[in-house]
């Protein structure tokens, strides 16, 4: 017999009990274990309450998220522009801003084609492509290597599109990425420290981590010499990759 539900379900629970007062960090686990009109709930009673400002804005920026995952794309919309008019100092006010235009572009897709929204996934047009998108503590080297990766991949003829923000998580970018024809997703990682390193992670929208690919050492003495490095050595190795089912070729 499998215990492994059971088990889940036992840690969530402890998991709760601990965090009583936190309304958002219990929203965060309840979403994550698919409890979504629970972790609603738990959100909606953040935003409505007397918590701090940061809190709050956490709060509708991942009931923006569930509306994105449940393809309510105007609710998502209301949701992420009430964030940003009432808490327009916070990191998720930033952060929702810039994954708003494609959630927009996703509405409008849906009023105007209502099979659009309706038809399974499973009879859908075919998906095909890979969206490129990046992470990491300086975002304008994480910007580069975005824009470096994708015009590379297109010359190669690669089907490639550049993320409108760097730094959503899967759970978010996947749903979009789904809706926006793609297969699969880049995910650029750019790390500075006592060792810089690139890392680019291909994970396919409905099959997880396919593969990894590494570039790492010093570069050069300014920033930007050793981003520059990074990007042409990450290149090589991705050139191997293309025409995979992570990153295939344009018909």
């Not at 490095?229 to 190795?237: A, F, Q």
Request: proline residues 4%.
């Amino acid at each position: 017999m499998n215990n492994f539900p059971v088990v889940r379900l036992t840690c969530l629970l402890v998991l709760l009990a601990q965090t009583a007062g936190a309304s958002v960090d219990k929203a965060k686990l309840l979403y994550d274990a698919l409890l979504l009109e629970d972790a609603k709930k738990e959100l909606v009673a953040t935003a409505t309450s007397d918590a701090p400002a940061e809190e709050k804005a956490a709060a509708l920026h991942l009931l923006g998220t569930i509306a994105v995952d449940e393809k309510r794309y105007d609710a998502a919309l209301r949701t992420w522009s009430d964030l940003v008019n009432q808490y327009p100092n916070t990191q998720d006010a930033r952060e929702v801003q810039g994954k708003m235009p494609l959630v927009r572009e996703l509405a409008t897709r849906t009023a105007t084609s209502p099979e659009f929204a309706t038809k399974p996934e499973s009879t859908s047009r075919a998906l095909h492509g890979v969206v490129v998108t990046g992470a990491g503590s300086q975002p304008e080297f994480v910007e580069l290597a975005v824009n470096e990766i994708s015009n590379f991949l297109m010359g190669k003829k690669v089907d490639t599109t550049k993320s409108p923000t760097s730094g959503a998580s899967l759970s978010e970018l996947i749903p979009v990425a789904r809706q926006s024809g793609a297969s699969s997703v880049l995910v650029l990682t750019l790390k500075f420290g006592y060792l810089e390193s690139l890392r680019a992670e291909c994970y396919l929208i409905d099959g997880g981590l396919q593969w990894q690919e590494k570039a790492s050492g010093s570069f050069g003495v300014t920033k930007s010499g050793t981003a520059a490095g990074l990007i042409d050595r990450i290149k090589s190795k991705l050139e191997g990759r293309i025409g995979d089912s992570c990153l295939p070729k344009g018909g």
